[in-house]
């Protein structure tokens, strides 16, 4: 037997809200599973083991109910583990534990932030980019870039919660195009891929030593350069 993250747990939630947790049970095995017991922790504490019966004939997959888990701001770790299955060990260890994150976001990015300075709001673009695509905003976002050198864009997805009111916007914090360059030095400066709702304002984007500037993709609309 094998565990994987199931698709109905979700990647993020409400901090002190309360998530359901699932997992899925994949038979690799040589026989029908008619019995499980499986452990698991959220945050490192031991919760309450979890049991069940039917059958799952090789090759077939379930997805199995947890319980609910209350979010806290950040990282949330889940492990789950097999004790047996069909009342004995399972006999590939190697696909028996599955451990993930669950990010609880404490609000909705709205207004000003920092990036790329020891005291800024975000050290690094990747950071901010992954609290705006976890959890999304519910206004307009200015990012700020402190003076310095960055690597390329991608941008492939929607932030949530964006339109064209409520806009991601990229620009320096000392208002100066010069000073924020986001480099490419084999590839595409800024890649936008069926994206919307995206300003690029006092920023430079330099693929000298790369293929091209801008690559737009599919569809993109509302993107604004200035």
Known sequence: AALNRSDSTPVSGTAYQ????????LNEGLDTLVSINLGWSFNGVNQT???????????NSTDIDLGNVTLLPGMNTVKVWINSVNGTNDQNANNDTSQFIIYGCDSLLNGVY?????????ATLEDAMFQLMTCGVNGPVELQFASGTYNSILLNQNIPGTDSVNTVCFTSMAANAD????????????TLNGVSNFIFKRITIDAVYGTHGVEFFNTCSNILFY
């Open 49 to 59: 083991p979890i049991s069940g019966s039917g059958s799952l004939p090789t090759g």
């Open 179 to 190: 000073s924020v360059l986001f480099v490419s030095y084999s590839g595409v400066g800024l």
């Open 18 to 25: 309360s998530v359901p947790v699932s997992i899925l049970l």
């Open 114 to 122: 920092t990036v790329g300075s020891p005291d800024a709001d975000f």
